[in-house]
């Protein structure tokens, strides 16, 4: 089970950072997802990041913008945003997926928080 927290109303240029908290499974078997759906527009992804945390990948959007990271020690992912822009404005969404296969389906999704940019 995935809960999502953090989002909020923030000024363009600002800062959020969001939190997905697991529980009920061994966090470290699994690769964190952010994603994000905006109105009128199909989900998208923003970052990942493998287990140990040393591998991440982010939208090519986001990047030098937004950093994932995860403790797994609390069994947390986290998406630092900075420079936030209008754009980014939708409801993000973290999942989670077992392993490294990029072909397997996501196992758990995260309920999703709003992140709303005003300009």
């Known amino acids: 089970q995935l809960q999502a927290s953090g989002g909020g109303l923030v000024q363009a240029g600002g800062s959020l950072r969001l939190s997905c908290a697991a529980s009920?499974?061994?966090?470290?078997?699994?690769?964190m997802f952010w994603f994000r759906q905006a109105p009128g527009k199909e989900r998208e992804f923003v970052a990942s990041?493998?287990?140990?945390?040393?591998?991440?990948y982010s939208a090519d959007s986001v990047k030098d913008r937004f950093t994932i990271s995860r403790d797994n020690a609390k069994s947390t992912v986290y998406l630092q945003m900075n420079s936030l822009k209008s754009e980014d404005t939708a409801v993000y969404f973290c999942a989670a997926r077992w392993g490294m296969d990029p072909t397997r389906p996501y196992d758990s999704w995260g309920q999703g928080t709003q992140v709303t940019v005003s300009s």
């Open positions: 990041i493998r287990w140990n945390g040393g591998t991440t």
């Open positions: 009920g499974r061994t966090f470290t078997d699994y690769e």
